[in-house]
C-alpha cells in the first residue's frame, strides 16, 4: 500500500509558476503509475496529467498541455507537477494518485491510492 502526502501548492498571480511535489511511502512506488487531478470548488474532479511507472510516457489534458510538466524521481519515492503560465481557471485542490494496474491513465477510477491535496489559488 501507498501513503502520498502532497506539498508546494500556494496563492500566485497569473502567469506565475509552483512546482507541486507528492511524496510515497510504501515500496510499491517505482511500479506503480502516478497522476494529478483537482477539483475546483463547484466542479467536479478532473485528470491533469499522468506519468508511468517510468516516467518513459506522460499524459496531459489538453487544457494544461504545454503549461504543466509532469515527472518522477523514483530513487526519491516522489513524483512532481511543475505549473507555468498559470491561469485563474487553475485554481484547485490538487491531489496526487496512484495505480498499480491504470487500465486508463486519465480517469480516476484506475486509481486506488489518493493523497489529501493542496491547495493552488490564482489571481487575476
Known amino acids: 500500500q501507498v501513503v502520498l502526502v502532497e506539498s508546494g501548492g500556494g496563492s500566485v498571480q497569473a502567469g506565475g509558476s509552483l512546482r507541486l511535489s507528492c511524496v510515497a511511502s510504501?515500496?510499491?512506488?517505482?511500479?506503480?503509475?502516478m497522476a494529478w487531478f483537482r477539483r475546483a470548488p463547484g466542479k467536479e474532479r478532473e485528470f491533469v496529467a499522468a506519468i508511468n511507472w517510468s516516467g518513459g510516457n506522460t499524459y496531459y489534458a489538453d487544457a494544461v498541455k504545454g503549461r504543466f510538466t509532469i515527472s518522477r524521481d523514483n530513487a526519491k519515492n516522489t513524483v512532481y507537477l511543475q505549473m507555468n503560465s498559470l491561469k485563474p481557471e487553475d485554481t484547485a485542490v490538487y491531489c496526487c494518485?496512484?495505480?498499480?494496474?491504470?487500465?486508463?491513465?486519465?480517469?480516476?477510477?484506475?486509481?486506488?491510492?489518493w493523497g489529501q491535496g493542496t491547495q493552488v489559488t490564482v489571481s487575476s
Open positions: 494518485a496512484a495505480s498499480t494496474f491504470p487500465f486508463r491513465y486519465d480517469s480516476s477510477r484506475s486509481y486506488d491510492t
Open positions: 510504501g515500496r510499491t512506488f517505482s511500479s506503480s503509475a
